[in-house]
């Protein structure tokens, strides 16, 4: 037994005791108390594992019960990830709910905190913490957790980071709303007002992890900022860390894979640390400041002088051919100062989604293709500043142009297509006269051999005819595949002191993952037809790219998501033809319900 887990039997009392069967693992020595349970070394089928057992309170509570079962059918559903802990069973006995996963190698990040602050230091620093969120914003970037804490991850001896608790994020949650456990500051405020689950809660509790693990306390209005306690850093990751846990979940990043890279790129590559090098772009200014910068050195000229900034200016100042320059020597100055910069350090977001980073010269290129228009808004990552790229005093001019020239390309495009039709059903118009006359002659032809008797034999013209704009594609209505009853096991191994007690302390009920008696509301199978059958072509498309002509499709909905978390096609979870059809399944949008998920089964055909 590890150090820490001596530590932590010191700090709470254990409900069970070692040598307690549940299921088919066997209770070892306690490791650690979270939040809704508590967790335990095991012994299971597979070897070493970990076992992680509800609070009797909480599992007594059928509405949040529900929602840990489900959490728990998700998690095990997902295919194996470096930093994940693989969710690996789940059962009831007697009554004790009880959670069982792959083993947990480490001390949690919660307990680590805690010992660094007793020996009188803060966080992890900046290297440590952009290699811990890192990892974490990884295993997050498909999924979502909803409760994520400093106490949710892992950290081996060898520094593998691990989310270990993902099975009881939405447990957690329906816990903290039913009044069981207090809110936490990394919960989001709008899921605290009664929000759903979604990606931009989990970029909140990533952006509160990044601030415990920098500062050394959790996230706190008014409390102190990383730069000003975390030696080496500077004021970007401030920036990073407020619009991350902003209140507004629409100014916050769009996911958390896109905040994993912004921080990965601040403080595993030093952008957000002190240096002692000036770039060409000075780091902290944005364009607009740049220019001005570069203002004071161009005899008093004005740094925005009126008149458009021509694209090829741009492009000249990037290392592209272009025509001449703008003619403004500031704006020309200041332009080749930044595009020289290869930093990057500029996101786009473009409707909910960021892209990037981008240096400056990528950027330009993209405009100059039509890729960023106006509308989208691009952000300096270093210091958080947001502009609308059509309104940029500098690229605004940029994007206009672009926009004008790919106008005129695409009308000069649509004149060619039109005169290219004209002369298309000219020459057609004379084909068809010509095979009229053709045909004329060779039926006189024909008519007048028959006439006088010919003994030949008569010409047979078969025309085929091959309709490929269209594929036609029958889907069939849903049906709920049958449940599968709960199953009473042997009589259980009874263990000493906490071990369960009464007339079904020797029954194990394992929770069969596919189960559908504990649902409380299912989506109606009209419902699920409407959704899945407006996706027929798509579908059908995977059976024609993969040369079947016929499948069988079963899906799990999750419930307040209405997203499919689950697909087998043939009675399968590999091979060409389950990743088209789980790619198109898994892109569906379902209606939502409070249940926590809805099973059905169908067939294509073509």
Excluded at 77 to 90: I, Y
Excluded at 206 to 232: I, Q, T
Excluded at 301 to 328: Q, Y
Aim: net charge neutral; charged share 20%.
């Amino acid at each position: 037994m590890t150090a820490a887990a001596s530590g932590n039997q010191a700090q709470f009392a254990p409900r069970l005791s070692a040598g307690v069967q549940l299921g088919e693992y066997v209770l070892g020595q306690p490791l650690w108390p979270l939040r809704i349970a508590d967790a335990y070394r095991a012994n299971g089928p597979k070897g070493a594992s970990t076992v992680y057992v509800i609070h009797a309170a909480i599992a007594a509570d059928p509405v949040v019960r529900d929602q840990i079962i489900a959490g728990t059918r998700i998690a095990a559903a997902l295919p194996e990830h470096k930093h994940l802990v693989r969710t690996l069973a789940a059962g009831l006995t007697g009554d004790i709910l009880w959670i069982a996963t792959e083993e947990v190698d480490g001390s949690l990040v919660r307990d680590m905190l805690v010992k660094k602050r007793q020996a009188g230091t803060a966080g992890f620093g900046a290297r440590g913490t952009g290699n811990l969120v890192t990892g974490v914003s990884q295993a997050l970037g498909e999924i979502q957790h909803g409760a994520l804490s400093s106490e949710s991850v892992v950290v081996s001896r060898n520094g593998r980071v691990r989310v270990a608790d993902l099975a009881l994020g939405a447990g957690t949650i329906a816990a903290m709303r039913a009044g069981h456990v207090a809110w936490q500051n990394s919960v989001a405020p709008e899921i605290q007002g009664g929000g759903a689950l979604d990606s931009y809660a989990d970029v909140y509790a990533v952006g509160a992890l990044l601030y415990e693990a920098l500062v050394g306390s959790s996230l706190e209005r008014g409390g102190p900022r990383p730069s000003d306690v975390v030696p080496g850093t500077n004021t970007q990751i401030d920036e990073i860390v407020a619009r991350a846990c902003h209140k507004d979940r629409d100014k916050r990043f769009g996911r958390v894979d896109v905040l994993g890279e912004v921080v990965s790129e601040a403080l595993g590559k030093g952008g957000a640390m002190q240096t002692t090098a000036v770039p060409t772009l000075e780091r902290g200014l944005t364009l607009e400041q740049h220019v001005a910068r570069t203002s004071s050195l161009a005899d008093g000229l004005s740094p925005l002088a009126s008149g458009a900034i021509p694209v090829g200016a741009l492009a000249e100042a990037a290392g592209e051919p272009g025509p001449a320059a703008s003619g403004n020597l500031v704006v020309d100055r200041a332009l080749a100062a930044a595009l020289s910069d290869t930093a990057e350090k500029w996101l786009i977001s473009k409707g909910r989604l960021d892209y990037g980073p981008f240096s400056l010269a990528e950027v330009v290129k993209q405009i100059d293709k039509g890729d960023i228009v106006a509308g989208n808004i691009i952000m300096d990552k270093d210091t958080g500043a947001r502009s609308d790229v059509g309104s940029h005093p500098l690229l605004g001019p940029m994007v206009d142009a672009a926009k004008a020239r790919l106008d005129d390309q695409r009308r000069a495009q649509a004149e060619v297509k039109v005169q290219g039709k004209e002369k298309t059903r000219s020459a057609l118009l004379y084909a068809i006269i010509a095979v009229g006359v053709i045909g004329a002659g060779v039926a006189a032809y024909f008519i007048f051999n028959a006439m006088r008797g010919d003994d030949k034999s008569k010409l047979v013209a078969g025309v085929s005819k091959l309709d490929g704009a269209k594929l036609n594609v029958t889907v069939s209505m849903p049906k709920v595949p049958p449940a599968t009853k709960h199953k009473a096991g042997g009589g259980g191994h009874h263990g000493g002191g906490g071990g369960p007690g009464g007339a079904n302390a020797g029954e194990n009920l394992a929770l069969d993952l596919s189960d559908d008696s504990d649902e409380t509301e299912t989506l109606g199978m009209d419902k699920v037809y409407a959704v899945y059958s407006s996706h027929g072509a798509q579908l059908g498309g995977c059976l024609q790219s993969t040369g079947s002509s016929a499948a069988n499709i079963a899906i799990i909905i999750d419930g307040p998501s209405g997203h499919v978390t689950f697909v087998k096609v043939n009675n399968q979870a590999s091979g060409a033809l389950y990743n088209c059809i789980s790619r198109q399944m898994r892109g569906m949008n379902f209606p939502t319900i409070h249940g926590p998920r809805t099973r059905a089964e169908f067939d294509i055909n073509l």
